[in-house]
Each structure stands twice: as structure tokens, then as C-alpha cells.
């Protein structure tokens, strides 16, 4: 049998703390509807947080990556613009020494048309000259695979610095310089039809060797693209595991909500009708 005490309430003080259990819960599922968050701290679930911490820092990482890599693609795209404009100027070249290599036209005219082409000359070595990205300069040879590995542009596109992560441009570009001489047409010139034998014969080979050039141009922009395709699905996994292990679901939370606040209704109910069982004390003095 348990005894009528005036000091100690046990009942009223287990309604408390089955009160405050139900607050605090009540409380916690608040702030995970209103942030939409069911681990915000080590409290939620520390193992929760740190893979979630981790997962996060990765996706940061590969979309940072993926800007990095966009960066590198404009880069890419620069060099090719001004290549296919070098490529534009060969192919006028060469018009320009067949014809006068024909047998039909006199030395007058030959020399009139070489000035067009030493004018195109002069602007392909400055276009060489002046491409340039971000302060790199992009035909001259710096993107060539035989600078010293210490001045390589490397592409940063994954989670760390490991050789898989990236991209070295200069390896796989290896955009050798295609400046006149370069090209074996430093002093070209058709001014006589020998020399425009020679210089269609050094334009072919020119042309042959951009070619070749812009070949690997080319396929480095479409490896580029699956890089890219490839960064952004794996940063979509990654958030879709994140938001898996971290986000609220609100149809669970509102349910639980609901059956916290009953549980504090009732609480703070029992908590008053614990506070009027020591009267029944009373009771026993009643006559005394």
C-alpha cells in the first residue's frame, strides 16, 4: 500500500518528466518541419551527420569541378575559333600559289598577289601571337605536351588531387605552335612560279599538319563533354543520397507532430490532476 504524503508528490512529478520528454519532442519536430531538416546536429545522429557532412563536402567538390571544367572548355573552344581562321588562311594560300603558279600569268601579276599572301602570313603569325585565355596564350606552343610538367594546365575536376581527377590539357592537346615558321613557311613567298611550286607543295603540308592539330582540338572538346555529363550526374546521386539521410519527410514529421502535441495536452492535464491527489491527506484530518 502506498502512503498519503503531503511532501513528496510521485505522481505529479512523473507527469512532469513524461511532460517535458513530450515538450522537448514536440519541440524537435518543429524545427524539423519548419527547416525541412531531420539531422541538423551530432544529436540527431552522429553517424547520420558525418556521412552527410562528407556527401556534401563531395558535391561541393564535383560542382566546383564542373565549373572548372566549363572554364577549360572555353579555353578549348578559344584555340579552335582561332584555328579555324588559321586553317581559313592556308587554304587562301594555297588558291593564292596555284594561281600563281600557272603558267598563264607574268611576273607583274605574280607579285601583286604575293602581297596578299605575305599580308595573310603576317596575320597568322598574329593571331598566334594574340590568343590567348585568361593571360595564357594558347597557340604558341604553352599548350604544347613538351613544356616542363610544372607549367602544364591541369583541369581540377574531382574530389581530390589524384591524376584521375584530372585533366591535363597540354597532354592530351598537345597544341604545338602553328606560327609560320612552325608550319615550314618562313620565308615562303610567289613571287616566281619556282617558288610557288615550293610553297604549294610546304602548304600542303602545313595545311596537312593543322589538321592533325585540330584533330586533337576536337576530340579533347568531346571528351570534355562526357567529363562534364558525367561530373553533373554524379553530384546528382550524391544529393539525392544526401537528401535521403538528411531531409525531413513532412508526411512522417506532421504525423509525429500531431501525436507530440496530444501527448503535451495530456500531460499538462495529468500534471494538474496529479497536483490534486495530496488533498485526499486532507481527508484524514478532517475532526482532528
Known amino acids: 500500500m502506498v502512503g498519503i504524503v503531503l511532501n513528496t508528490n510521485l505522481s505529479s512529478l512523473n507527469a512532469q518528466r513524461h511532460l517535458e520528454n513530450n515538450r522537448s519532442q514536440l519541440g524537435g519536430s518543429i524545427t524539423r518541419i519548419s527547416s ?21 563536402a563531395d558535391v561541393l567538390a564535383l560542382q566546383q569541378g564542373s565549373r572548372n571544367l566549363n572554364d577549360g572548355t572555353a579555353l578549348v573552344k578559344t584555340a579552335e575559333g582561332a584555328l579555324n581562321e588559321i586553317s581559313s588562311i592556308l587554304i587562301r594560300l594555297r588558291s593564292l600559289a596555284s594561281q600563281s603558279a600557272n603558267g598563264t600569268i607574268g611576273d607583274i601579276e605574280r607579285i601583286s598577289t604575293d602581297l596578299e599572301y605575305q599580308a595573310s602570313l603576317r596575320e597568322l603569325d598574329r593571331i598566334v601571337a594574340t590568343t590567348e585565355f585568361n593571360g595564357t596564350t594558347l597557340l604558341d606552343g604553352t599548350l604544347a605536351a613538351g613544356v616542363p610538367q610544372a607549367h602544364h594546365n591541369v583541369l581540377q575536376l574531382g574530389v581530390d588531387a589524384s591524376a584521375d581527377n584530372q585533366i591535363d590539357l597540354n597532354n592530351i592537346l598537345d597544341l604545338t605552335n602553328v606560327d609560320a615558321a612552325s608550319l615550314g613557311l618562313s620565308g615562303s613567298n610567289i613571287t616566281t612560279q ?11 603540308i602545313a595545311i596537312n599538319d593543322l589538321i592533325q592539330v ?27 543520397a ?11 514529421e506532421l504525423t509525429t507532430l500531431t501525436k507530440n502535441q496530444l501527448l503535451v495536452q495530456a500531460g499538462v492535464a495529468m500534471v494538474g ?16
Request: hydrophobic letters at 40%; charged letters at 20%; proline letters at 1%.
Open 194 to 204: 619556282g617558288a610557288s611550286f615550293q610553297a604549294l607543295n610546304d602548304l600542303t
Open 36 to 56: 525541412g531538416i531531420r539531422i541538423e546536429g551530432a544529436s540527431d545522429g552522429g553517424a547520420e551527420l558525418t556521412l552527410t557532412e562528407n556527401l556534401r
Open 242 to 252: 544526401v537528401s535521403t539521410i538528411r531531409d525531413a519527410d513532412l508526411a512522417e
Open 273 to 288: 490532476q496529479a497536483n490534486l491527489n495530496p488533498q485526499a491527506a486532507l481527508t484524514l484530518l478532517e475532526g482532528v
Open 214 to 240: 585540330r584533330g586533337r582540338v576536337g576530340t579533347t572538346q568531346i571528351r570534355m563533354l562526357h567529363a562534364n555529363a558525367n561530373l553533373t550526374v554524379h553530384a546528382e546521386n550524391l544529393n539525392a
